[in-house]
């Protein structure tokens, strides 16, 4: 299967901290996603790593990926509340498509 | 710019009953894909198209599950007859056509299907 899977499932952290999730695979990759998803705006894609990359920023994320390991880490920080969500990565294979793992429900309490 | 468009929000009906959800892409996206999305799980690609044309449905359950796109832009997923573990949330997102490299997908918001 070329699914990510996250670990772990479910973070509860208070508005400031820092959140880390994980993300492991299976396969080679060209490239890996990470998404967001809350009940407000959707599924929205926040970043992409390509293979060739070991580190990517975006504003407040980080986002690692070792591909000898076959892994890739999120990291969320000075967490808001406006951060609760649930983070998906997202391997891609084949023409543009896209494996999701089974994603981290993170609740960041004011 | 529009996003990707969903119709219904929400559908109730009962088992072995058919159901049929639309989607509207971003405007000038050649590819559109539907996810089925089942609580607590990342979301499973069904279906992707590219303009008209099928480009992978091998996970698309052709026994009950169906879908079209007839002139290329908006498209429609039929579930016939429904069972039990249909119920989920259908996602339809669209990308400009792909090709060499990887072009972002962006989301619609969803239609969520309950089977009792």
């Known amino acids: 299967s070329q699914q990510g899977e996250e670990d772990p499932q479910a973070l509860s952290i208070q508005e400031g901290e820092n959140a880390t999730m994980n993300c492991s695979y299976k396969?080679?990759?060209?490239?890996l996603q990470w998404y967001r998803q809350n009940s407000g705006r959707g599924l929205v894609h926040l970043i992409l790593?390509?293979?060739?990359?070991r580190e990517k920023h975006s504003g407040r994320l980080r986002v690692t990926l070792d591909t000898s390991k076959k892994s890739s880490s999120l990291l969320i920080t000075a967490s808001r509340a406006a951060d609760t969500a649930s983070y998906f990565c997202a391997t891609v294979y084949g023409n543009n498509r896209l494996a999701f793992g089974k994603g981290n429900q993170v609740v960041v309490i004011p | 710019e529009a996003g990707v468009a969903q119709s219904p929000r929400y559908k109730i009906i009962e088992k072995r009953q058919s159901v049929a959800f639309w989607c509207n892409p971003i405007s000038g996206h050649a590819t559109l894909y539907w996810y089925q999305q089942i609580l607590g799980q990342g979301p499973k690609l069904l279906i992707q198209f590219q303009n008209n044309g099928v480009v992978d449905d091998s996970q698309l359950p052709k026994d009950r599950f169906s879908a079209e796109r007839l002139k290329g832009v908006d498209s429609t997923l039929k579930i016939q007859p429904a069972k039990l573990e249909d119920s989920a949330v259908y996602l339809c997102?669209?990308?400009?056509?792909?090709?060499?490299?990887?072009?972002?997908?962006?989301f619609g918001p969803g239609t969520r299907l309950t089977v009792l």
């Open positions: 396969t080679s990759i060209n490239n």
């Open positions: 790593i390509r293979s060739n990359e």
């Open positions: 997102a669209s990308s400009l056509e792909t090709g060499q490299g990887v072009n972002e997908q962006f």
